[in-house]
């Protein structure tokens, strides 16, 4: 509950593209992010948002972001936000029977219901059963090439 900001980096390739990006996160809680993602030698896009209000800069100039966007921007931040409860973040998590193998691992799936006003579709989640780490997430066609995370705690 004592971090105050966490700074990720994420190199991913889109596979059927052969195109490389980099997004840097520099997330301030409880609801602030800037988030950059450099598509390699193609453009960049920043996107910021301070609690109420979110914005994209991209070289076509400012956007606002309103809406369905915008609420699903908050809900981001909310859900990687260390002192966020469970419930606050999700109204059901649900257990799928079965068995999950993702790769060489023996996974569990997880079925995430936000709690939001908007109705976003569930959140399907891969955890490994050997260490619970995350295994697979939604989008199939992304390779993440590298990924680093750095927390900073409240002075």
Known sequence: EDVSTLITFIELSITARRIKMQVTTKDKFPDKSRKVTEISGVTSVTNIVNGKEAWEISPAGVRVITGRELEFSKFQLLMKTPSAKMKDVFKDIKLEDGEFKI?????????????????????????????????????????????????????
Do not use: R, V
């Open 103 to 155: 790769g060489n691992l023996d996974c569990i799936k997880l079925i995430c219901i936000p709690n939001t006003t908007l109705e976003f579709p569930p959140l399907n989640m891969y955890f490994s059963k050997k260490d619970f780490h995350l295994a697979k997430n939604k989008f199939k066609f992304l390779k993440i090439l590298k990924y680093f995370a750095f927390f900073k705690k409240k002075c």
